[in-house]
């Protein structure tokens, strides 16, 4: 006789799908927050992810902002820089929550309130 019961996800298989939702979704904003900013040449695009816990269930909201001019940096979030006229798209910073932050154009990490490159 086949058995044709479905198991549930381990712990690590329901952890790797919710990634892959978090991931497909922010891409579905990404693209949209670019398709609606197709008449400008060049622009910036602030992302971040909060995160809350209501009755044991966590709630992730990713928050994209558009700006026409390079925003400072902000704690926990990251900045893509979007060219149009050259077609490009390069991430030029992510503040961690341990206060580093990366540069990865240059191949930098930085601590904050330090001295400490590497």
């Known amino acids: 006789m086949l058995s044709l019961q479905k198991t549930l996800p381990t712990m690590g298989e329901f952890h790797l799908l919710a990634r892959k939702r978090l991931s497909d979704y922010f891409q579905i904003k990404f693209e949209k927050v670019q398709k609606e900013n197709l008449d400008k040449n060049k622009y910036f695009i602030l992302g971040a992810v909060k995160t809350t816990?209501?009755?044991g269930k966590t709630k992730i909201r990713v928050?994209?902002?558009t700006y026409d001019?390079?925003?400072?940096?902000q704690k926990e979030s990251y900045l893509y820089e979007i060219d149009n006229v050259e077609n490009t798209q390069t991430l030029l910073w992510v503040m961690h929550t341990n206060?580093?932050?990366s540069l990865p154009?240059?191949?930098?990490?930085i601590s904050v309130g330090t001295t400490?490159?590497?």
């Open 53 to 55: 816990r209501k009755n």
């Open 63 to 65: 928050i994209l902002k």
């Open 69 to 73: 001019q390079q925003p400072q940096i």
């Open 99 to 101: 206060n580093s932050l």
């Open 105 to 109: 154009t240059i191949g930098k990490k």
């Open 116 to 118: 400490s490159v590497s």
